[in-house]
């Protein structure tokens, strides 16, 4: 979901790139993405960003899981 959204945000979408790794219990989603496209990712005061968060949030609360959201 979160390599679906990202690459529709950005102009290079072939530079995106998800990955995951699991500490104590939780799962971190790291984006990464052109440097020239992280404020597209971001968005103004970081609102796009959240948004995706937010997503994340309720997806993995279904599944009883935490997610935690990395863009670099």
């Known amino acids: 979901m979160v390599e679906y959204v ?9 530079q995106v790139e998800v990955t995951e790794f699991r500490r104590a219990g939780s799962v971190i989603l790291r984006l990464h993405v052109a440097q ?3 404020g597209r990712v971001i968005g103004r005061n970081g609102r796009v960003a959240n948004a995706i968060r937010d ?6 609360g279904r599944q ?4 935690t959201l990395e863009i670099e």
Do not use: M, W
Request: proline share 5%; aromatic share 0%.
């Open 55 to 60: 997503l994340l949030r309720v997806a993995a």
């Open 36 to 38: 020239e496209d992280k």
């Open 64 to 67: 009883g899981k935490r997610v």
């Open 6 to 14: 990202a690459k529709s945000l950005v102009d290079d979408p072939s």
